[in-house]
């Protein structure tokens, strides 16, 4: 019984040295600082830790920020209209020849390598948003799917290119090519 009384002592007392530790936000002056104690007063003050090193990284500063505005705008709308108009007609004549059971496509480029070539990696990058737009899925796993080449080539005109899309069969071999010429800007 003894020990009973004792244990029922100590959680009392336990409970009233744990809640004297905790900051009342009754009477604080302003709705402002209750709601940053109310965030920051989960436990009592003896366990609290005030730091002020920010939680992510500063700003970038000026310079980078303004290097990275995109200035002209009208000439990036026009490179992107061109290159759309052209990729859209080129699948447009390549759709006959896709499988239409949803089998997956999977597209490279035989440019110079997408990494060193900015006109494949232009037309890599339209070439798959319209295919998506289309319904078709795409696939980056090696031997999956149907696979599809595609590569951009200058002509002697200035502007002017071709841009072509080939199907291959499992053997690698070309079964059906579709070229399209495109004016892109430079």
């Not at 965030?39 to 003896?46: F, P």
């Not at 999956?144 to 951009?152: P, S």
Request: hydrophobic share 35%; with cysteine.
């Amino acid at each position: 019984m003894v020990t009973n009384r004792f244990f029922l002592l100590l959680s009392t007392c336990t409970a009233l040295l744990t809640l004297s530790a905790c900051t009342t936000v009754d009477t604080v002056p302003n709705d402002t600082v209750r709601s940053t104690m109310l965030s920051t007063q989960s436990m009592g003050k003896g366990y609290r830790y005030q730091d002020s090193t920010p939680l992510s990284s500063p700003a970038p500063s000026s310079p980078w920020v303004k290097s990275a505005v995109i200035k002209d705008t009208e000439k990036m709308a026009t490179s992107t209209a061109a290159w759309q108009g052209a990729v859209y007609e080129l699948v447009a004549q390549l759709e006959p020849n896709l499988p239409k059971d949803g089998t997956p496509l999977n597209l490279t480029s035989t440019g110079a390598g997408l990494a060193a070539d900015v006109d494949n990696t232009a037309l890599d990058h339209y070439l798959r948003q319209s295919l998506i737009q289309r319904g078709y899925n795409l696939t980056t796993v090696p031997d999956a799917g149907l696979h599809l080449t595609h590569k951009v080539q200058k002509t002697k005109t200035p502007r002017t290119y071709n841009i072509s899309v080939t199907i291959l069969d499992a053997k690698g071999k070309p079964v059906h090519t579709e070229t399209v010429p495109a004016v892109l800007p430079e």
